[in-house]
């Protein structure tokens, strides 16, 4: 089956539709486009929804704090309680469902050659879901991870402290290690959960 798009778009569309980021209109078309067919696509999509679900089992577990309990049975209570039911309604209400297309958002340069494109930022973790892409003969400086990375190669060629990665191969950093050298030869593009900040090393 042939796709109407570049393999590169279709790649990125299949990624978009596993975190389900596509518009409902998208994922329907994407959706007919499986059934009809595309060994390449259906292939791509098992491998990056295993990925997905990996992010997803990979949060870190965390001790409640004391008053936890205390908080919750007075929100319950708040929110059973007549009009003032209608505030938390309404919050819930604010909540909304977002769908990014693959021509949508800007494309930042981080670094020469290198660009970002932010899809999500979760305020209460501090992490960041982005597109990175790394223009050919690029590099990062090393870092120190502050939190938990994660990323997912979709395209092109990467090579993280001495492990070349390509398309559908995922990596993952725990808090507290560092990279010493990430580099493409031909280029590459990947989807990254990270924290915002990073450590900057001075390798001598």
């Given at each position: 089956?042939?796709h109407?798009?570049?393999?590169d778009e279709?790649?990125?569309?299949?990624?978009?539709?596993?975190?389900?980021a596509?518009?409902?209109?998208?994922?329907?078309?994407?959706?007919?486009?499986?059934?009809e067919?595309?060994?390449?696509?259906?292939s791509?999509?098992?491998?990056?929804?295993?990925?997905?679900?990996a992010?997803?089992l990979?949060?870190?577990?965390?001790?409640?704090?004391?008053?936890?309990?205390?908080?919750?049975?007075?929100?319950?209570?708040?929110?059973?309680?007549?009009?003032?039911?209608?505030?938390a309604?309404?919050?819930?209400?604010?909540?909304?469902?977002?769908?990014?297309?693959?021509?949508?958002?800007?494309?930042?340069?981080?670094?020469?050659?290198?660009?970002?494109?932010?899809?999500?930022y979760?305020?209460?973790?501090?992490?960041?879901?982005?597109?990175?892409?790394?223009?050919?003969?690029?590099?990062?400086?090393?870092?120190?991870?502050?939190?938990?990375?994660?990323?997912?190669?979709?395209?092109?060629?990467?090579?993280?402290?001495?492990?070349?990665?390509?398309?559908?191969?995922?990596?993952?950093?725990?808090?507290?290690?560092?990279?010493?050298?990430?580099?493409?030869?031909?280029?590459t593009?990947?989807?990254l959960?990270?924290?915002l900040?990073?450590?900057?090393?001075?390798?001598?």
């Amino acid at each position: 089956m042939k796709h109407n798009i570049s393999q590169d778009e279709m790649r990125e569309k299949t990624a978009l539709y596993a975190l389900g980021a596509l518009s409902q209109h998208e994922a329907r078309i994407f959706e007919e486009h499986i059934a009809e067919g595309c060994d390449l696509c259906h292939s791509e999509l098992e491998a990056f929804e295993q990925v997905v679900n990996a992010i997803a089992l990979d949060a870190d577990e965390q001790e409640p704090s004391s008053d936890v309990r205390d908080k919750l049975i007075a929100a319950i209570n708040d929110t059973g309680n007549g009009d003032d039911a209608k505030p938390a309604k309404a919050k819930r209400s604010e909540q909304k469902i977002v769908s990014i297309r693959s021509t949508d958002g800007k494309w930042v340069e981080a670094e020469e050659g290198i660009f970002c494109k932010s899809l999500y930022y979760d305020k209460a973790s501090g992490m960041a879901t982005s597109l990175v892409r790394m223009g050919p003969g690029t590099s990062l400086a090393a870092h120190r991870h502050e939190g938990v990375e994660q990323f997912f190669i979709l395209e092109g060629d990467c090579n993280v402290c001495g492990e070349d990665l390509g398309p559908g191969d995922y990596h993952r950093a725990p808090a507290g290690t560092v990279h010493e050298s990430t580099y493409t030869v031909n280029g590459t593009m990947f989807l990254l959960v990270a924290p915002l900040q990073y450590e900057g090393l001075k390798v001598q």
